[in-house]
């Protein structure tokens, strides 16, 4: 058994122990705090100056036209474009109109938005004081009207070979708002939905035909078998493409090529879907 002075001595190595690790552990907080600061003072003097994001870039559109765009435009007018925004994320200052009709489809999307016609008027188009303008065909900018737009706000024209495929509209949109990610994520999700749609028409609708006819101001007009609408119920969902609609889209030039009441009683589809853009006019 330990004696009293004994019991002392135990306690006083262990208050030194303890002082003595206290004091270390001081010791090497200070110079770590030190080497910590210095380390800091060292990459702060080697760490490159911080540069602030660009507020503007520079790209060729389709034309060769070297446009300058706002690294995050916030006014844009892009005119039956408004599926790609949308896919985006991006809602325009106005969307795309003709006979006072819009697409449906996008209502609940651009609830809200105004209404420009379908020809982009340079009046118009000024009055939203856009800061970016994208269209699609090469003849809405065609002659002097592209330096008319140029004039209002920078204008990029994605030329007709990107426009008539509406896969590569997207990306080149998505490229030229910074929304690359975004646009590839929304063509992929599209791509299962498009499989998975074809896949069960194959099994329910297999070898049958369908149309689309879109009446406009009591004018009727057929979708092209390669273009807008016609490039999904005809490549991506498999259905067959009737003659007179063959016809027409060998002869014509837009996404939608007018269709006389003649064809209009040729033509032989198993399906027909119908745009009524003159909501007041029944049909029989």
Known sequence: MFSRNNKKLVWLLISLMIMSLWLAACGSDETTDASNQAAKNE?????????????EKKLTD???NEVTILADPQRIIASYLEDHLAALGVKPIAQWSVANGVQDYLKETLEGIPTIPYD?????????????????STSTVEGE????????????SLGDEI?????????????????SEEAQKAFDVYEVKAKEAKEELQGSASGQ????????????????????????????????????????????????????????AELD????????????????
Do not use: C, M
């Open 62 to 64: 389709a034309l060769g």
């Open 43 to 55: 990459n702060a003097a080697n760490a490159p100056e911080e540069t602030e994001a660009p507020t």
């Open 163 to 179: 426009n008539a495929d509406w896969r590569k509209s997207l990306l080149k949109i998505g490229e030229v708002l910074g929304k």
């Open 145 to 156: 009207k592209y330096a008319q737009y140029a004039k209002i706000a920078p204008t990029y």
């Open 269 to 284: 589809a198993d399906h027909l879907f119908l745009i009524n853009s003159d909501n007041r006019l029944r049909i029989a």
């Open 209 to 264: 035909s369908a149309a689309a006819i879109w009446l406009v101001q009591k004018n009727f007009y057929v979708v092209s078998d390669k273009l807008s609408s016609g490039a999904v119920i005809y490549n991506d969902l498999g259905l067959s493409v009737p003659e007179v609609v063959k016809e027409i889209s060998a002869a014509g030039t837009s996404n939608w090529n007018a269709i006389s009441l003649e064809k209009l």
């Open 120 to 136: 982009l008027p340079f009046e118009a188009v000024t009055s939203f004081n856009p800061d970016l303008i994208i269209v699609g």
